[in-house]
Nanobody, 123 residues
Framework: QVQLEESGGGLVQVGDSLRLSCTVS????????VGWFRQAPEKEREFVAH????????RYADSVKGRFIISANNGENSVYLQMNDLKSEDTAVYYC????????????????WGQGTQVTVSS
């Protein structure tokens, strides 16, 4: 059973940076996927970024491309989401999720989810 816990959320201002952490416990292998998602009030959850536990196959939503960076540190059992040049529309609860290996990285069915961390970007 893989367990995930997000941390690092908070209240920041437009243009600020923030780094979210997803700490992973349990059996996870290099081919597993870890993704970041977010859900704003009254909106559906949306994909933000993806990475393999090995550190490869990075993908980003168009809305965050060039501003957010996903990375994995196996030694720290963590996946990070560095968020730069934050905008008010980035305000949401951010979740990390994990899945066993699937070949189609654009349509991964995530099996395990964290509880989320709130990010609020104030203008």
């Amino acid at each position: 059973q893989v367990q995930l816990e997000e941390s690092g959320g908070g209240l920041v201002q437009v243009g600020d940076s923030l780094r979210l952490s997803c700490t992973v416990s349990g059996p996870i292998f290099s081919t597993y996927s870890v993704g970041w998602f977010r859900q704003a009030p009254e909106k559906e959850r949306e994909f933000v970024a993806h990475i393999r536990w090995s550190g490869g196959s990075k993908r980003y939503a168009d809305s965050v491309k060039g501003r957010f960076i996903i990375s994995a540190n196996n030694g720290e059992n963590s996946v990070y989401l560095q968020m730069n040049d934050l905008k008010s529309e980035d305000t949401a609860v951010y979740y990390c999720a994990a899945a066993r290996f699937q070949t189609d990285v654009e349509n991964i069915q995530y099996e395990w989810w964290g509880q989320g961390t709130q990010v609020t970007v104030s203008s």
